[in-house]
């Protein structure tokens, strides 16, 4: 492992993997589909309401994540590659009130068919402070305690 030095320190990135007890067909569509999507996407408590999802590589995500509180905070992106069911790569990056955009990210999905197990590896790069990543790590994980049991127990029913 290389040694990090002050530049790489400054690019942080978040790494999460998990696995899957459910087809790894089945954890692409929960990715790529907008009704799928609608049923995990976001923190525990969270609302998600797909506004557009054009899947190709040059073609533009977007959604609102509605807190508790009913705050709306959105998130769009372009796809930039679409490998189905094995690779999903896509910028990502906050909508603000004033009409700016957060500084954008690339998040890297990867999904390996393992028998009755998908192994997903997501990898999104390069945050503007490791404020943000830990931020995004925290909703992240819970995005992903959900997507479990969408695709584990709400889509096949075990």
């Given at each position: ?134 931020g995004h790590e ?21």
């Open positions: 492992m290389p040694i990090p030095t002050p530049e790489y320190q400054q690019r942080p990135e978040l790494l999460i993997e998990r696995s899957f007890a459910a087809p790894r067909d089945a954890v692409f569509k929960a990715w790529t589909d907008p009704e799928c999507m609608a049923q995990w996407a976001g923190p525990k408590d969270f609302v998600a309401r797909g506004d557009q999802l054009d899947l190709r590589p040059g073609g533009i995500h977007r959604a609102c994540l509605i807190a508790p509180n009913g705050d709306e905070h959105w998130v769009s992106g372009t796809y930039i590659e679409i490998e189905p069911p094995r690779r999903l790569v896509f910028t990502h990056a906050w909508e603000r009130a004033n009409g700016q955009r957060s500084p954008e990210t690339v998040v890297t999905l990867e999904f390996t068919d393992m028998g009755d197990v998908t192994h997903m590896r997501f990898h999104q790069a390069f945050f503007d402070s490791f404020e943000s990543r830990d925290g909703g992240w994980s819970e995005s992903f305690d959900r997507l479990q049991r969408f695709v584990e127990h709400d889509v096949f029913g075990s």
